[in-house]
Structure formats: C-alpha cells, structure tokens
Nanobody, 124 residues
Framework: QVQLVESGGGLVQAGGSLRLSCAAS????????MGWFRQAPGKEREFVAGINWSGGSTYYADSVKGRFTISRDNAKNTVSLQMNSLKPEDTAVYYC?????????????????WGQGTQVTVSS
C-alpha cells in the first residue's frame, strides 16, 4: 500500500486555476495507477481524472475534459491535477487515490489507498 497526502486546495474565483498535488510514500508508487476523485456536499464521490502507472494514458470525466490535466512524476512519487477554467460546480473535496491494478480508472473498489482530501471552493 501507499500513503497519500494531498495539497493545493483553496478558494478561487470562477474562471481561475488551481493545482492540486499528491505526495505518495512507498517504493512501489510506479506500479500504481493514480486517480483524482471529488465529493460535493450531498453528492456521491465521483471520478475526475486518472493516469496509468507509466503516465502514458490519462482519463477524464466529461465534466472536466479540456479544463483539467492530470500528470505524474514517478521519480518524485507525485501526481498532480492542474485545474483551469474552474466553475462553481467544481466545488468539492478532492481526493487522491491509488489503483493497485495500475490503470487509474474506476471502479472505485480498485483504489485501495486514499488521501485525506483537500477542499476546493470556486466562487461565482
């Protein structure tokens, strides 16, 4: 298993940008797919973006495609989510998660390690 710690959340106006980072501990980080999920108040947690173990494949929810970019640095054990053109509906707690299958895509059950979450608030 890996331990995950997110950072970079905050308050931003609509149209602005934020960059989330996730630092992972453990020597096997480069075998895990990584994903970002979010949960808004009163809603279920949903997949936002994923990246496979090598970084060669990325996946996005339709709602963020073209605005968000996921990337990873296996040498530094980090994964990032660059969020541009933010909208109020992007407001949520964002979670970093590690997928033991290596793919970085749902189902959520494949993601066995989760960070504590970081709040992103987009004001209109």
């Amino acid at each position: 298993q890996v331990q995950l710690v997110e950072s970079g959340g905050g308050l931003v106006q609509a149209g602005g940008s934020l960059r989330l980072s996730c630092a992972a501990s453990g020597r096997t980080f480069n075998t895990y797919g990584m994903g970002w999920f979010r949960q808004a108040p009163g809603k279920e947690r949903e997949f936002v973006a994923g990246i496979n173990w090598s970084g060669g494949s990325t996946y996005y929810a339709d709602s963020v495609k073209g605005r968000f970019t996921i990337s990873r640095d296996n040498a530094k054990n980090t994964v990032s989510l660059q969020m541009n053109s933010l909208k109020p509906e992007d407001t949520a707690v964002y979670y970093c998660a590690a997928d033991r299958t290596g793919w970085g895509i749902p189902p959520q059950a494949d993601f066995g390690s989760w960070g504590q979450g970081t709040q992103v608030t987009v004001s209109s």
